[in-house]
């Protein structure tokens, strides 16, 4: 059974950052995609960030150049680095595996390639952006 725990959210000023962590246990294939999603007040949960089997990344467009996406395959833990972070960016972030497939992608304005009904959710982390 898949697991995957977060940790690292909390709150800071607009200007700071912060690092999330995921743990993820229980992963069966050796090629997957992982990624970063955030959910605020009743907003559609929204990708944020991808990562595929091959360690290519895609972003959203309002995080690109100030989020940081990447994975310590010996620790079975993905990370995303938040840096400039703005009130916007307040929001519960989740982490994601699925295994169907090794390509991923996040698409502006269409849902996320690689990510879908059989994707694997942590449990979130609370991030909260201040003025």
């Known amino acids: 059974q898949v697991q995957l725990v977060e940790s690292g959210g909390g709150s800071v000023q607009a200007g700071g950052s912060l690092k999330l962590s995921c743990v993820a246990s229980?992963?069966?294939?050796?090629?997957?995609?992982m990624g970063w999603f955030r959910h605020s007040g009743g907003e559609v949960r929204e990708a944020v960030a991808a990562?595929?089997?091959?360690?290519?990344?895609t972003y959203r467009k309002s995080v690109k150049g100030r989020f940081t996406i990447s994975k310590d395959n010996a620790k079975n833990t993905l990370y995303l680095q938040m840096d400039s972070l703005k009130p916007e960016d307040t929001a519960t972030y989740y982490c994601?595996?699925?295994?169907?497939?090794?390509?991923?992608?996040?698409?502006?304005?269409?849902?996320?390639?690689?990510?879908?009904?059989?994707?694997?959710w942590g449990q979130g982390t609370q991030v909260t952006v201040s003025s």
């Open positions: 994601a595996v699925d295994q169907r497939g090794r390509y991923c992608y996040i698409r502006e304005s269409s849902l996320p390639v690689g990510f879908g009904p059989d994707t694997h």
């Open positions: 990562l595929d089997s091959d360690g290519s990344t």
């Open positions: 229980g992963l069966t294939r050796r090629d997957y995609c």
